[in-house]
């Protein structure tokens, strides 16, 4: 008889997730985790400590800029490094803490260590072999490096390493205008980092809709962030304390190398499936080394499912998540469902940025008829009093039947407001939809109405 009838591999977003609704279907379960804590990449050393830095640094930032504006006098604080990582590790500790509880409420079992798959039905850690109807591979992803740059998480470092240096570094150079860069280089630079951003394409936040990609590197650049685009890093050499990365320009091939205290290689993460067994079990994987699964998250190996960064799609925390829940219903004889069409992306500047569904290129690329309506927080009254009036919302909606096919928002609270356009969609709403409903005021979702309003018979603020 088998012990459980789950085991989920990983407690990161999906894999807490998906043990937590494995639980309250009733299905006996546990999770392994190698880490000392729970919760993945994303509690430990990803989305929670970054977003933790990035409030602090916001704060600074605005007694730097906005303070003696609003007739707040007197100095700026100035930064106590050790007291910043330790209040971003009461958070991590407050949030590990939290999942932890939610598994003994469940009668999760946490074994700790890490796991190998003999073969189906079976999880090993250490000495212990654990009998399973079921396996869900929920082991995320790590960060990927380029050939001639080894990370060595003191002067090169990865996001991990980002989130843990020693002090601010008076030079930092990201390699990649991502999610990862853009977030960090913000965080370093308001605390008094010089940044520069290194990017190989001719644009920052590849996929984005252009115009957001546009707006933002503007509002980067007036923060102070440098970018060098179009850019192929070749090699970083580092010393104890320097490093040198050299670049080729792709427009005319020249070489051109940059000093810093510290580089921040942001090119992109890939799954992390190292020591579970796959290739002796013949789990089928794509050249990326990600999973491949059916539509129900089933590998080609019955009884072995898996979910989040280790498989396709979008590396985000939420993603799993969902994968994670349906996968659970799946597993408990339900229907779990997944609308990839709707996840949004957030990038945690200041100002924020929030996408969901189509770009504008993609509406292009399928020839489809489309409108948009546009307005810009200037129009906002509660943007101006926060000196947030610099970005604006998108919404694209079908030509004929105003049907909302994405929406794209850089502005305050973006990442926050974008989920009224992820409801709508998932209802299949029209721009009008949006436009007719009462939106309180002062708020930045007034934002959100008057772009649907332009996407009709016009804005009533601009
Ligand atoms: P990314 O895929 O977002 O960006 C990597 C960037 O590096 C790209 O712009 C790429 O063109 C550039 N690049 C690649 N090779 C290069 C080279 N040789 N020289 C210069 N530039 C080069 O990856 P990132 O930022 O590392 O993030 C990893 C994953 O984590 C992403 O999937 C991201 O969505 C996720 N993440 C999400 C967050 C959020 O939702 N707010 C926060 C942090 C990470």
């Known amino acids: 008889m088998a012990q459980y009838d789950v085991i989920v591999i990983g407690s990161g977003p999906g894999g807490y997730v998906a043990a937590i609704r494995c639980a309250q279907l009733g299905l006996k379960t546990a999770c392994v985790e190698g880490r000392d804590t729970l919760g993945g990449t994303c509690l430990n050393v990803g989305c929670i400590p970054s977003k933790a830095l990035l409030h602090a640094s916001h704060q600074l930032h605005e007694a730097e800029h906005n303070f003696a504006k609003m007739g707040l006098k ?3 604080p100035s930064v106590d490094w050790k007291q910043m990582l330790a209040y971003k590790d009461d958070v991590i500790g407050q949030n590990t803490k939290g999942v932890e509880f939610l598994f003994k409420k469940n009668k999760i079992d946490w074994i700790k260590g890490w796991a190998t798959i003999p073969e189906a039905g079976k999880v090993q850690v250490g000495d212990e072999t654990y009998e399973t109807k079921n396996i869900l591979i929920a082991s995320g992803s790590e960060p990927s490096t380029l050939p001639g740059v080894e990370i060595d998480e003191k002067v090169v470092v990865s996001s991990t390493g980002a989130l843990e240096l020693p002090k601010v570094p008076k030079k930092l150079v990201v390699i990649g205008a991502g999610v990862i860069g853009l977030e960090l280089g913000s965080v370093y630079k308001r605390l008094g980092s010089e940044v520069s951003v290194i990017e190989f394409l001719d644009v920052i936040t590849p996929g984005m809709d252009a115009e957001v990609q546009r707006g933002l590197q503007k509002m980067l650049t007036k923060q102070g962030l440098e970018f060098t ?7 970083v050499e580092a010393s104890k304390t320097k490093a040198k990365v ?3 320009l792709r427009k005319d091939d020249s070489e051109h190398t940059v000093e810093a205290d510290v580089v921040l290689v942001a090119t992109g993460r890939r799954p992390f499936t190292e020591g579970l067994g796959l290739d002796k079990l013949g789990i089928a994987t794509t050249e990326r080394g990600q999973i491949k699964t059916d539509a129900h998250w089933q590998t080609n190996v019955p009884g072995i499912y ?15 998540e969902d994968e994670g829940m349906a996968c659970a219903e799946v597993l408990a004889g339900k229907h779990g469902h997944v609308n990839y069409g709707v996840i949004p992306g957030v990038i945690y500047t200041w100002p924020e940025v929030a996408s ?6 993609d509406l292009k690329n399928e020839g489809r008829a489309y409108k948009t309506g ?4 200037m129009g906002n009254g509660r943007a101006k009093a926060v000196f947030a009036g610099e970005g604006f919302v998108k919404i694209l909606a079908d030509k004929e039947t105003d049907r909302i096919l994405g929406c794209h928002i850089i502005g305050p609270g973006a990442g926050d407001l974008i989920h009224e356009i992820c409801v709508a969609m998932e209802f299949g709403a029209s721009a009008e939809d949006v436009a007719l409903t ?3 005021h002062p708020t930045y979702s007034e934002a959100v109405r008057e772009a649907a309003l332009a996407c009709g018979d016009g804005p009533i603020h601009a």
């Open 74 to 76: 007197g100095k700026a």
């Open 246 to 248: 050299t670049y080729k």
């Open 229 to 235: 685009l179009g850019a192929a890093v070749q090699k």
């Open 306 to 320: 898996a979910i989040g960064d280790a498989i396709a799609g979008p590396m985000l925390a939420h993603k799993a």
């Open 374 to 377: 546009k307005f810009s927080f």
């Open 356 to 361: 969901v569904g189509a770009t504008e290129q």
């Open 438 to 440: 009462c939106h309180a």
